[in-house]
């Protein structure tokens, strides 16, 4: 943790910004080039930056100690569950891959590089990280945010080149992210996971200013084969353990590699071919490595899908809310899923 963070937090128990940082223990690391400086600061001003591995954030409001452990401040109130284990723990993604940054842009549509330059960002649900770090690669300050120990630990293993990432244990219930103080706030693959989406979705939206932007990916309903495969899968697991359904989705991956990924990448530009393999199962998920197919698959079997978003709900949602600009746009096909967005008045 970088002690210019409490900037933007709050106690998430009793939303005080009045924060005290005690550091038991820290190191100076490089700031890469471009990466923040406070304004009035001089081009060669100080080349290093100060990372807390160890300490609290603590609350003179309250009373309450946040523990700082691994660089990462634990912000999860005694209400709050703990996220769910997630396989994506050991994920890594290969920076240069065209595919990475094409999904990130797919996802943050209308929003372009350049519209992060500069800009304050949060990630709600950061998972391991690969948003979070194109965004701060454009030029942005990102604050990583999710509730699983795993994700946070592999988000930070994933941005620590960048000096623009800051990686919070925290629950979305409880975001201990200050009122308006965002430029772009989103959540990507968060919401149908939760049991109130629409509170998340409020505080979420709170973290936002006036003229910010909120963005939100989730799944559409899924109907024939697909919902009935999802539904007898996750019956099938419910009772493995984690080394048992690891093997598992394994398998599965294979078999979506011969079956559905590889027709794919042969036949999808054919015409009339191309309609056919556009409705294999997941077939867009073709462009990721074999490790990444394998965690995405156990994250689904192992972690339960509570909503189904359809384009109109989200239309509501957002318009509801007071947001201009409302866009809502579907991504595929055969296994739906919604992204959207809107402007804060």
């Known amino acids: 943790m970088k002690p210019r963070l409490l900037q933007w937090l709050v106690c998430p128990s009793c939303r005080s910004p009045e924060l005290h940082l005690r550091i038991e223990k820290s190191e100076e690391r490089p700031r890469v080039p471009g990466s923040w400086r406070s304004l009035g600061t001089e081009e060669d001003g100080p080349t290093t930056e100060t990372e807390v591995l160890e300490g609290s954030i603590d609350c003179p409001s309250c009373g309450r100690q946040w523990p700082i452990r691994d660089s990462i401040p634990r912000l999860i109130p005694d209400e709050s569950a703990v996220g769910p284990a997630t396989a994506h723990r ?44 194109f965004a701060a690669r454009y030029g942005a300050e990102v604050l990583a945010v999710d509730s699983s120990p795993d994700a946070v630990a592999s988000c930070l293993a994933n941005t620590r080149q960048s000096n623009r990432v800051h990686v919070i244990q925290a629950d979305v219930h409880h975001l201990p992210i200050r009122d308006a103080t965002m430029d772009i706030s989103w959540a990507f693959g968060l919401l149908h996971h ?124 957002l318009t509801n809310a007071g947001y201009a600009g409302v866009s809502v746009s579907r991504r595929v096909r055969n296994s739906e899923t919604f992204r959207a967005s809107g402007t804060r008045r």
């Open 90 to 133: 050991w994920t890594t993604f290969d920076k240069g891959r065209p595919e990475w940054e094409d999904n990130f842009l797919d996802l943050a549509h209308p929003l372009t590089p350049p519209d992060f330059l500069g800009k304050t960002v949060l990630d709600a649900g950061c998972g391991y990280g690969r948003h979070a770090w």
């Open 194 to 317: 939760l049991e109130d989406p629409d509170a998340a979705f409020d505080k979420l939206g709170a973290t936002v200013r006036s003229g910010g932007h909120l963005a939100v990916w989730v799944y559409g309903p899924r109907q024939g084969f697909t919902l009935h495969a999802s539904n007898a899968l996750r019956g099938a697991t419910g009772g493995m353990t984690a080394e048992q359904l690891y093997r598992f989705s394994r398998n599965l991956a294979r078999g979506l590699r011969l079956f559905s990924h590889t027709p794919y990448r042969w036949f999808g530009s054919v015409p009339v071919a191309g309609a056919v393999v556009r409705h294999l199962p997941v077939h867009e998920h073709h462009q990721w490595p074999f490790d990444v197919v394998v965690a995405d698959i156990w994250d689904r079997l192992r972690i339960p899908v509570r909503h189904w978003f359809s384009r109109e709900r989200l239309e509501v949602m």
